[in-house]
């Protein structure tokens, strides 16, 4: 008798349901009955041979209980099988569509970056300062080796302008480190990926062609817009890198339009930006060739009037800025003459335009400096600086009268 079981199949890749391969289980033949063998039903009539007890004859089992014992020998034959087959050779049996489809696992939610020790004294320093008319601040530092950071609304989500290019530069950089997107590899320019604001590839002829490496390039150190589309583009889309975003643990870090979003839809937040660099540098997401050339291209930033004039002599900035009419900011990793590090967001809202939100940045900048360049646990040492300290003394009032020039940075 031959019993056909079906044995569960993995997926393929263009099938949701499941797919079964026949068992066939071999039991040994019914043996037929005799001519001379008498109905069962039939009795004997001849006399009984002396001294010979008759056999008990076994009645017959009724469907249902047949049916569940050959379930159960069946099942008995499949588990022997499958115990001795070894997996390798099980492997064999599949063709090539019927391999499981490569599911990503999925990874656990990254940890946290070290906090360790609040620096409040700091923090009210910083509130003091920025407690400006119209402005709205937001600041996040992290010193990852001792676990000194400083708050102070550095969850909440902002317009992130030009910020937002840190995060797809990151993208690309895991897409390169993948083996999905080539440094070398030529992109071209396509007529939807145009926009105005930063950068000369707007003025480029549709079609001309570059490498993802120059066009990584342009987007970093020109902030230009219309790169920035290309690679968002390469990227899979919008959703696609939010997505990625999201998975790193950057939950404010959206595109909801193309660059350049001069109204502030895109957002991101300093924690975020602060997090996602602190990943990179210990050795997340990226590797090591890759952080090197984020490192190296964001050293690079042309727009240097926010955070780096509040930094000491000898230290050094890889760093994004963003500006538009509502929000300016800027997001990086401060290198010390020492070697030491700390990496530091500052995002502020603003009326359009209004150029007391930069020297805001500036005299934030050179009070986080101040502290973190020291090894202090409370920097109670820190002063806070004036706005007009950081602009050769004019007036922050006199600053505001002149905000109206429109700045196409996006």
Request: glycine share 6%.
């Amino acid at each position: 008798m031959t019993i056909s079981l079906a044995e569960p199949r993995f997926a393929s890749e263009d099938k949701q349901s499941k797919e079964y391969k026949p068992l066939t289980l071999q039991l040994p033949p019914a043996k037929a009955p005799s001519a001379t063998a008498r109905p069962q039903s039939a009795k004997s009539s001849s006399p009984k041979p002396p001294g010979n007890k008759p056999k008990r004859k076994l009645s017959k089992l009724p469907p249902g209980q047949k049916l569940a014992c050959l379930v159960a020998l069946c099942s008995v034959a499949v588990l022997v099988q499958a115990a001795a087959t070894p997996i390798s050779e099980a492997w064999k049996n599949f063709s090539t569509h019927d391999k499981p489809v490569a599911i990503a696992s999925v990874p656990p939610p990254p940890p946290p970056i070290k906090m360790t020790n609040s620096l409040d004294d700091l923090k009210e320093k910083l509130i003091q300062a920025s407690t400006i008319k119209n402005l709205h601040a937001g600041v996040f530092v992290s010193d990852q080796n001792t676990g000194r950071y400083v708050d102070m609304n550095g969850a909440q989500a902002f317009p992130a302008a030009s910020m937002i290019k840190l995060p797809v530069f990151v993208a690309l950089l895991a897409g390169v480190d993948a083996g999905l997107v080539k440094p070398d590899q030529m992109l071209e320019i396509k007529p939807e990926q145009v926009t105005g604001g930063s950068g000369w590839l707007q003025w480029r002829p549709v079609g001309s062609k570059l490498s993802v490496r120059d066009t990584a390039d342009l987007m970093i150190t020109i902030s230009d817009n219309t790169a920035t589309n290309m690679l968002i583009d390469l990227l899979g889309g919008k959703e696609a890198c939010n997505r990625t975003f999201a998975s790193w643990g950057c939950t404010n870090t959206k595109i909801n339009n193309w660059l350049g979003d001069f109204e502030g839809t895109n957002t991101t937040s300093p924690y975020d930006l602060v997090y996602l660099l602190a990943r990179v540098d210990r050795g997340e997401i990226i590797g090591a060739d890759s952080k090197k050339w984020l490192n190296q291209t964001m050293s690079r930033t042309r727009i240097r009037t926010l955070l780096p004039p509040g930094l000491g002599a000898g230290a050094k900035i890889a760093h994004k800025t963003g500006d538009i009419a509502c929000m300016v900011g800027d997001a990086g990793t401060v290198t010390l003459p020492t070697g030491e590090k700390y990496f530091v967001s500052v995002q502020v809202c603003r009326p359009r335009n209004d150029r007391r939100a930069n020297l805001l940045i500036r005299s934030m900048s050179k009070m986080i400096y101040q502290c973190f360049s020291t090894n202090s646990t409370n920097c109670s040492q820190v002063a806070v600086v004036p706005l007009e300290s950081t602009n050769g003394g004019v007036a922050p009032s006199a600053l505001h009268r002149h905000h109206r020039r429109h700045h196409y940075h996006a």
